[in-house]
């Protein structure tokens, strides 16, 4: 069983920061893409950002140059420093991974979401 657990958000001022953690566990052999994903009410679900077990990223235009997805193998967790947030970043928050279970299995695996509330 792998399981994927979001940490991080909270209330911050337009302008602030927050860092928003997704830690994989279970019975894993590797974890390939991770990304991050949000949703806003009444909206569909957004990809934010992307990285490869390379360590390559992708972003959403939105939030290049603000936001920052990184990953630590060694601990099965993926990051998302996100900076200059604005009221437009409100959403729930998501992190997913393509999980490879030590059962050889792979499929895709969702964290339960945190909420980031951007507002003054």
């Known amino acids: 069983q792998v399981q994927l657990v979001e940490s991080g958000g909270g209330l911050v001022q337009p302008g602030g920061s927050l860092r928003l953690s997704c830690a994989a566990s279970?019975?894993?052999?590797?974890?390939?893409?991770m990304g991050w994903y949000r949703q806003s009410p009444g909206k569909t679900r957004e990809l934010v950002a992307t990285?490869?077990?390379?360590?390559?990223?992708t972003y959403v235009n939105s939030v290049k140059g603000r936001f920052t997805i990184f990953r630590d193998n060694a601990k099965n967790t993926v990051y998302l420093q996100m900076n200059s947030l604005k009221p437009e970043d409100t959403a729930v928050y998501y992190c997913?991974?393509?999980?490879?279970?030590?059962?050889?299995?792979?499929?895709?695996?969702w964290g339960q979401g945190t909420q980031v509330t951007v507002s003054s």
């Open positions: 997913n991974g393509n999980v490879r279970a030590a059962t050889q299995q792979t499929r895709w695996y």
């Open positions: 279970g019975n894993i052999f590797t974890i390939y893409n």
């Open positions: 990285i490869t077990s390379g360590g390559s990223t």
